[in-house]
C-alpha cells in the first residue's frame, strides 16, 4: 500500500513524524510537506512565486510552498504514481484528522 502524508505543521512537525513512524513498517509511505508551518492556509496556492522540492531527514520532501501545493505537486507528477490509499493524513498537535482527497 502507498501512502501520502502532508501536514500544515511543516515537515519537521512531531505529529508527522510520529504519524510516519508509525506508518513506515507497514506500508510504503511518501511525505511530501511545507517546508515552514502553514498553519490556516491549507487550502491555499501558489501562483505568483516559484515551487521548490528539497528533500530533508528520513527522505521527507518539503516544498516552500502550502499543504495544498504539496499535496498538487506530488499527486501531479513528483511521485510518479498516486497513491493507494484516498485520503490526506493531516498530523495536527495531539490530533489526526483524516481528510478524503
Not at 507528477?77 to 493507494?84: A, C, F, I, M, Q
Request: charged residues 15%.
Amino acid at each position: 500500500m502507498k501512502i501520502l502524508i502532508c501536514n500544515d505543521d511543516g515537515y519537521q512537525a512531531p505529529g508527522i513524524i510520529a504519524l510516519y513512524q508509525a506508518l513506515k513498517d507497514v506500508a510504503d509511505v511518501e511525505v511530501v510537506a511545507p517546508e515552514q508551518n502553514n498553519s490556516a492556509k491549507s487550502n491555499a496556492l501558489t501562483l505568483h512565486s516559484p515551487l521548490y522540492v528539497s528533500r530533508g531527514g528520513e527522505g521527507f520532501r518539503y516544498i516552500n510552498g502550502t499543504p495544498a501545493d504539496c499535496v498538487h505537486v506530488a499527486l501531479t507528477g513528483l511521485l510518479g504514481y498516486r497513491p493507494d490509499l484516498d485520503f490526506a493524513f493531516w498530523p495536527a498537535h495531539h490530533v489526526c484528522r483524516v481528510q478524503p482527497l
